[in-house]
């Protein structure tokens, strides 16, 4: 209320300032045509009256300056920020914020995103929570992570060792635009203060997004996941920070970027033996771990640039120089500079048994330490055009065409490099790619892509994507079934083909791995049903066994995979239900639950009449047991166990979620049923969830409406 009051009174004293200013022009321009007719007047009569003084027509003059500035002010801030550009619907020019993600190879929109800002919307704040229903994680906030989802795991192109941490940052392709009408900045903080220092969480997010003008955009994130962990030897810290600026022309439109990811990870092997934590309530401080001394360091770099011209073609007199009618060739070009690095040590005694046994008693390169690295720099072009037969919303409404280049130049550790010298490996790929797209109206949309390596080391390798969308309004939100299919042939990445380090060595022979996905889509959003169907069938599927080596499966793997995501409600009773069910043909090669589940119930009401909404209930966990994945430090990935089968453990975090004006703060107290029916609370083989705390989160939006 005082908020409100004091801008009140802002805008009314400006309004009154203005109108002082405009006013005193007014008298002051009164009184010089006086002034100016009565001197005339008496100068005929009187010889004593003199014309105004200097003094007098500076004051004139300042306040004529004053009162013309402020109108020019005024006019400028009520001027309307409207966007003009062929790459946005006209049904967002005068939204307040657009959010999207492009596409690089034709400086496309690949999807408009929603800004929630809302306690509902940021009440999970771990991002695998956030798109489904949990992932095999480490149990630390900010560390390798794999979604329980196969149809949703995140890979990175060129730099295996950095798929278990993409999902906690971005890449050009997944990273948001923003184009603005008003200044918008978010700050949000989730962690558990109340817990000890040695066991505190602690995650922050910044992002600030500001329009330069209506078609300039620059926006600044900056993102850290991590904390010390309940284990000893586990400190993570992830964090990201980008810099982007998009410029939406009538004809020009631009993409850009810089991310940069660090990775700190103290890596403690996990513990020892699970029934520590499964039969006893022992202080998880004193449970013995594998490695006392390991740690892995990562980077990653990208600068990118994407950039296309709309170029009118006036083939007929019915074609226009507007880019949404008539035939329209877009040229465009895009460039990519990114740097991926990574470093594991260790220390193990020939007295620890522990250690060496977890790594099998390998030691190929040093007995006592390990020091691996491993790094890629990449360079890549692409010159692509598009062309618009007739319009930007015909049933072929874009047919495109691109070639590109990738120069690779990669690191690691040889043993003929103790002779001649550290080299890096140099790789190229030459490809072209295609595209067709269009739509009927607002019922019908339909892309298809396919990309072909030319010569390089990826050469043969293919991959077609097709996407049909339907929608049908027998009401305002409409129905929407969107069909997906994918068949791709790809080359065993670098790191699978050889990898020479202190505890694993391969100079592997793979063929090519194949897939072939089928997806489909069903969204209503009037009563918040989203229904997902998946199948995959995979050739030469590349996976880490047991021991952890690189290997390739010999027969076909099945995937199938089912998920409905329901929110509804019964008086001011919510119940927002995620659940998914998979199968998949080969557990020891893919190990995925049987079902998952996210279940979040909870009693909503307002406790001030739109100024504050409260959520008291209860957030729950579940997965059927399974041969859940170990994770290797020294790989830095996951791979798969026969050891122990865990699950069927629900993890529960009542909590109080309040919606207090634009700022939404949660408490939850994690894990109260802790112990029950069991401790089988392990999320990764040998890796714990976090134990009872309480967290607390708070996201605060400042924008003006």
Request: glycine content about 6%.
């Amino acid at each position: 209320m005082g908020k409100q009051i004091k801008k009140n009174a802002t805008k009314i004293m400006s309004i009154a300032a203005f109108m002082v200013a405009v006013l005193s022009f007014n008298i002051l321009s009164a009184q010089e045509n006086s002034i100016s007719i009565a001197s005339d007047t008496l100068k005929k009569t009187s010889p004593a009256i003199i014309a105004p003084t200097k003094a007098q027509i500076k004051i004139r003059e300042k306040a004529e300056r004053d009162s013309l500035k402020l109108i020019k002010d005024s006019i400028r801030a009520a001027k309307p920020r409207i966007l003009e550009s062929y790459i946005i619907p006209d049904s967002l020019k005068y939204k307040r914020i657009i959010l999207w993600n492009y596409d690089s190879h034709f400086n496309r929109i690949t999807g408009m995103l929603k800004q929630d800002t809302t306690f509902d919307g940021n009440f999970h704040f771990l991002p695998f929570m956030k798109k489904d229903v949990g992932a095999t994680y480490l149990g630390v906030s900010g560390s390798a992570a794999q979604s329980l989802n196969y149809f949703l795991r995140e890979k990175s192109d060129f730099f295996t060792a950095f798929d278990p941490y993409i999902p906690y940052s971005y890449t050009k392709e997944t990273h948001p635009f923003y184009n603005v009408k008003t200044p918008h900045t978010e700050l949000a903080y989730r962690g558990t203060i109340l817990a000890e220092r040695a066991k505190e969480e602690s995650n922050i997010r910044f992002m600030t997004t500001q329009n330069i003008s209506p078609e300039l955009n620059i926006t600044i994130l900056y993102e850290r996941y991590g904390g010390k962990g309940i284990l000893n030897k586990e400190s993570t810290d992830d964090r990201t920070f980008s810099l982007t600026s998009n410029y939406l022309g009538k004809r020009y439109v631009v993409h850009a970027g810089y991310i940069f990811q660090s990775v700190k990870r103290e890596e403690n092997g996990g513990v020892t033996d699970d029934t520590m934590v499964l039969d006893t309530t022992i202080n998880p401080r004193a449970i013995d771990y594998n490695l006392k001394t390991a740690y892995n360091r990562l980077k990653r770099n990208s600068l990118f640039f994407t950039h296309s011209y709309a170029i009118p073609i006036r083939l007929s007199k019915k074609d226009t120089l507007n880019n949404s009618r008539g035939t329209v060739a877009y040229i465009g070009h895009s460039f990519e500079y990114a740097t991926y690095y990574r470093k594991y040590t260790d220390a193990i005694d020939l007295s620890d048994e522990v250690g060496r046994n977890y790594y099998n008693n390998r030691f190929f390169i040093n007995s006592l330490e390990s020091n691996d690295s491993t790094r890629l720099n990449l360079i890549e072009n692409r010159f692509f055009i598009r062309l618009q037969p007739w319009a930007i919303d015909g049933i072929i409404s874009k047919l495109d065409g691109g070639i590109g280049h990738q120069f690779m130049s990669y690191y690691t550790f040889r043993p003929d490099q103790y002779i001649g010298g550290v080299q890096n490996s140099i790789y190229n790929n030459v490809y072209a790619y295609f595209g067709a797209s269009g739509q009927f109206r607002k019922y019908l949309l339909w892309e298809g892509t396919g990309k072909m390596n030319l010569t390089g080391y990826n050469a043969g390798d293919f991959s077609i994507n097709a996407k049909v969308r339907l929608s049908v309004y027998p009401v305002k939100e409409g129905i929407h079934l969107t069909g997906k299919l994918k068949i791709a042939s790809t080359t065993p990445d670098l790191f699978n083909s050889y990898y020479y380090s202190n505890h694993f060595f391969w100079d592997n022979n793979f063929g090519k791995s194949t897939e072939t996905r089928v997806e489909a889509f069903l969204d209503i959003p009037k009563v918040k049903l989203q229904a997902f169907f998946g199948y995959s069938l995979l050739n030469n599927y590349i996976y880490y066994n047991n021991l952890g080596d690189a290997t390739q499966s010999g027969s076909l793997l099945n995937v199938m995979s089912a998920s409905v995501k329901l929110d509804f409600r019964l008086w001011k009773l919510h119940f927002n239900n995620r659940v998914l069910l998979q199968l998949s043909s080969e557990q020891d090669v893919m190990p995925l639950p049987l079902l998952s589940a996210n279940l979040r119930y909870f009693f909503q009401f307002n406790l001030v009449k739109n100024v504050m909404t409260v959520q008291l209930g209860a957030d729950v966990i579940y997965h059927t047991k399974y041969f859940a994945p170990s994770y290797n430090p020294a790989l830095g990935q996951f791979h798969t166990q026969n050891e122990r089968k865990m699950g069927a453990t629900p993890y529960i975090d009542p909590f109080v979620n309040i919606q207090w004006k634009k700022a939404s703060i949660f408490v939850k107290y994690m894990n109260i049923a802790q112990g029950w029916p069991n401790g089988d609370y392990f999320s990764a083989n040998h890796y714990t969830m976090p134990v009872k705390a309480i967290q607390f989160g708070i996201n605060w939006p400042f924008y003006i409406k």
